[in-house]
Nanobody, 128 residues
């Protein structure tokens, strides 16, 4: 199993930017994991935000964040990032990263049940 810790959340005005980070630790090499970001707003179900393959070759985004958010990873630093630009009020949520061991270097996963390990989450609040 891998342990995940998110950071970088906070309060930002609409139109602003934030960069989330998710640091991984554990016995298995970080490069063996496909990674994803999910979010959950109050009173709503958890939803997929973005995913990245083991080798960063494939990324996938929810339509609601496409062209505004960018997922990336640094396998040497055991960290995955989520750069969030042009933030909107509806982006307010707790953001969590997730990891799943993947045999394929090019696989991405967009469903929560695909992921075995989750971080505690970091709050992102967008104000008007």
């Amino acid at each position: 199993q891998v342990q995940l810790v998110e950071s970088g959340g906070g309060l930002v005005q609409a139109g602003g930017s934030l960069r989330l980070a998710c640091a991984a630790s554990g016995r298995t090499s970080f490069s063996n994991y496909a990674m994803g970001w999910f979010r959950q707003a109050p009173g709503k179900e958890r939803e997929f935000v973005a995913a990245i393959s083991r080798n960063s070759g494939i990324t996938n985004y929810a339509d609601s964040v496409k062209d505004r958010f960018t997922i990336s990873r640094d396998n040497a630093a055991n960290t995955v990032y989520l750069q969030m630009n042009s933030l909107k009020l509806e982006d307010t949520a707790v953001y969590s990263c997730a990891a799943t061991a993947s045999a394929g270097r090019w696989n991405v996963f967009t469903r929560g049940y695909n992921y075995a390990s989750w971080g505690q989450g970091t709050q992102v609040t967008v104000s008007s």
